[in-house]
């Protein structure tokens, strides 16, 4: 089992930039690829990026490629996702995501394990 917790986010203005974490805990992290999933408020839970375990892969949504970036801290169990240059559209829930493989896929049932996620808010 891998428990997950996202934090890191709030409230922003658009342009501004934030950062978040996904800290796991449980069974070795660095045996699994982690994902970064975002679900506006009543619409589908859509793709954002994802990180090989290793950190030597990465993939991302089209809306995120330039703005976003994944990253991973293995001695420290932790995923990140820098924001920046943030649009009122990115407005959603956050949520990362584990599967014990090499690399994740974009789809969101190729995923074992979540996070409760993290809310962030644009404001125009």
């Given at each position: ?57 990465t993939a ?48 969101w049932d ?15």
């Amino acid at each position: 089992q891998v428990q997950l917790e996202e934090s890191g986010g709030g409230f922003v203005q658009a342009g501004g930039s934030l950062r978040l974490s996904c800290a796991a805990s449980g069974r070795t992290f660095s045996n699994y690829a982690v994902a970064w999933f975002r679900q506006p408020a009543e619409k589908e839970r859509d793709f954002v990026a994802v990180v090989s375990w290793s950190s030597s892969i990465t993939a991302y949504a089209d809306f995120a490629k330039g703005r976003f970036t994944i990253s991973r801290d293995n001695a420290k169990n932790t995923v990140y996702l820098q924001m920046n240059s943030l649009k009122p559209e990115d407005a959603a829930v956050y949520y990362c995501a584990a599967v014990q493989a090499y690399m994740g896929s974009r789809n969101w049932d190729h995923y074992n394990y979540w996070g409760r996620g993290t809310q962030v808010t644009v404001s125009s």
